[in-house]
């Protein structure tokens, strides 16, 4: 059974960086993983999706140029490098890894019933 978790979140002043790390247990291979946010004015929304295969990958407009995602197969880890923060990144932010899902990663829209979730780390961005 697969089963992830997040760790990396924490405080930061504006402009400043965390990086969060998804670890991804059990036998299945997912074609696609992401990480997500959510919050009470915006609900649950896209940031970053990464092709485990190609590990090329996609990502939201808010966060193009300031976040990376990247993973290292072998150790079975989704990472989530963020940038020069804003406070209107303030979020949960959630990892998902996809089951199943045979489409391009670009248009993946995890399910909250059949694709696996993390339980959350928070990330608060204020001065």
């Known amino acids: 059974q697969v089963q992830l978790a997040e760790s990396g979140g924490g405080s930061v002043q504006p402009g400043g960086s965390l990086k969060l790390t998804c670890v991804v247990t059990?036998?299945?291979?997912?074609?696609?993983l992401g990480w997500f946010r959510q919050t009470p004015e915006n609900g649950r929304e896209k940031v970053a999706i990464i092709n485990s295969d190609r590990g090329r990958g996609y990502y939201a407009d808010s966060v193009k140029g300031r976040f990376s995602i990247s993973l290292d197969n072998s150790k079975k880890q989704v990472f989530l490098q963020m940038t020069n923060l804003k406070p209107e990144d303030t979020a949960m932010y959630y990892c998902?890894?996809?089951?199943?899902?045979?489409?391009?990663?670009?248009?993946?829209?995890?399910?909250?019933?059949?694709?696996?979730w993390g339980h959350g780390t928070l990330v608060t961005v204020s001065s």
């Open positions: 998902a890894a996809d089951i199943g899902y045979g489409g391009d990663c670009a248009d993946w829209s995890p399910n909250y019933t059949v694709d696996k």
């Open positions: 059990g036998n299945y291979i997912s074609n696609c």
